[in-house]
């Protein structure tokens, strides 16, 4: 099944650190297979000021591909980048489901415990 991970915070090495352990841990739990999903939400200036300096936009980390999918606006000032971490078979197939992770700065160690429901695809993708 596919799998959507959400970060909350700013672009930052740490943040890419982060988000390569996780890459690692999906590929090592056999999740590798599903489609990775990663909201990155932060100030809307904030993402002009680093948005061309984020490192994984346009590059492959494996058999996985990473680009940007869109940005929309949230709640009050607070916008949401999403990006999309695709292995080739979830392309090919087109799979849509997928289910959530939430809370992963605050809970680093237990994150895969953190897995639950989330709203259809339709409501984050194009």
Known sequence: ????????????NSLTS???AKIKYC?????DSTPIIVSLKT???????QIS??????KAIGDLHFHRK????????????IYQIFPMTAI???????????????NQTNWAEKI????????FLE
Do not use: A, H, R, T
Not at 43 to 49: A, G, T, W
Not at 70 to 81: E, N, P, Q
Not at 95 to 102: D, F, H, K, M, T
């Open 1 to 12: 099944m596919p799998v959507k991970v959400m970060f909350s915070g700013s672009f930052s």
């Open 18 to 20: 982060l988000l390569e």
């Open 27 to 31: 590929q090592e739990k056999e999740f």
């Open 43 to 49: 100030k809307f200036i904030e993402i002009n000021k």
């Open 53 to 58: 300096n984020f490192p994984f936009e346009g």
């Open 70 to 81: 869109l940005i929309f606006k949230d709640k009050g000032s607070d916008y949401s980048l």
């Open 92 to 106: 090919e197939s087109k799979e849509v489901e997928y289910i959530g992770l939430s809370d992963i700065f605050s």
């Open 116 to 123: 639950q429901k989330v709203l259809p695809v339709d409501n």
